[in-house]
């Protein structure tokens, strides 16, 4: 069955930045992209991007644009979310999903089970 | 960008009884496909985002059939036929025709 794993929770400082994995299984993972998107304590969920995984391509929010990158590991079948100079407003819970590559519209399906960030001095 | 209104902001049901949320986008969602590109989500505390409508009307895998999505274009509505204890949280509908993906602000479901 199709699992993203990702990584535990991150305190960090204002200023720092932190890096969120998702291990994807039960699939083949460079057939497939991940999306990435974070809800803030009493906010509506908001997107960040995304990243195909066989080829690397990525695509910004243009809000976090400049701040965020998105890497993958295709021998480990893992993606990562990498946000920089982090302040309050960053604090939330982080979220990779499976998507589909195609020339139709995107298809968010399964779902990381989330890794709270939480930046505070 | 797209923006997504959704109402009721909360919904308070007596189990058995029917449910309706109500979604607005500020561009049509139907893509050259022919496919309607909104989605419905419900987030409960400590999980994760649980897929259950794509592509307007499309239940996905394990979803109970009580679940139910209709519209076109604009406007969307996420039905319970009969609302269980279970189904509890807070849902969203999103739209996936293009990027940014964006998000209706969630109606909260709670039980009576």
């Known amino acids: 069955q199709v699992q993203l794993v990702q990584s535990g929770a991150e305190v960090r400082r204002p200023g720092a930045s932190v890096k969120v994995s998702c291990k994807a299984s039960?699939?083949?993972?460079?057939?497939?992209?991940l999306q990435w998107v974070r809800q803030a304590p009493g906010q509506r969920l908001e997107w960040l991007g995304w990243?195909?995984?066989?080829?690397?391509?990525?695509q910004y929010s243009q809000k976090f644009q400049g701040r965020v990158t998105f890497t993958r590991d295709t021998s480990a079948s893992t993606a990562y979310m990498e946000l920089s100079s982090l302040t309050s407003e960053d604090t939330a819970v982080y979220y990779c999903?499976?998507?589909?590559?195609?020339?139709?519209?995107?298809?968010?399906?399964?779902w990381g089970q989330g890794t709270l960030v939480t930046v505070s001095s | 960008d797209i923006v997504m209104t959704q109402t009721p902001f909360s919904l308070s049901v007596t189990p058995g009884q029917p449910a309706s949320i109500s979604c607005k986008s500020s561009q049509s969602l139907l893509h050259r496909d022919g496919k309607t590109y909104l989605y419905w989500y419900l987030l409960k505390p400590g999980q994760p985002p649980q897929l259950l409508i794509k592509e307007l009307s499309n239940r996905f895998s394990g979803v109970p059939d009580r679940f139910s999505g209709s519209g076109s274009g604009t406007d969307f509505t996420l039905k319970i036929s009969r609302v269980e204890a279970e189904d509890v949280g807070v849902y969203y509908c999103m739209q996936t025709i293009q990027f940014p993906l964006t998000f209706g602000g969630g109606t909260k479901v709670e039980i009576k």
């Open positions: 999903a499976r998507d589909r590559v195609d020339d139709s519209g995107y298809d968010l399906d399964y």
């Open positions: 039960g699939y083949i993972f460079t057939t497939y992209a």
């Open positions: 990243i195909i995984a066989g080829n690397g391509n990525t």
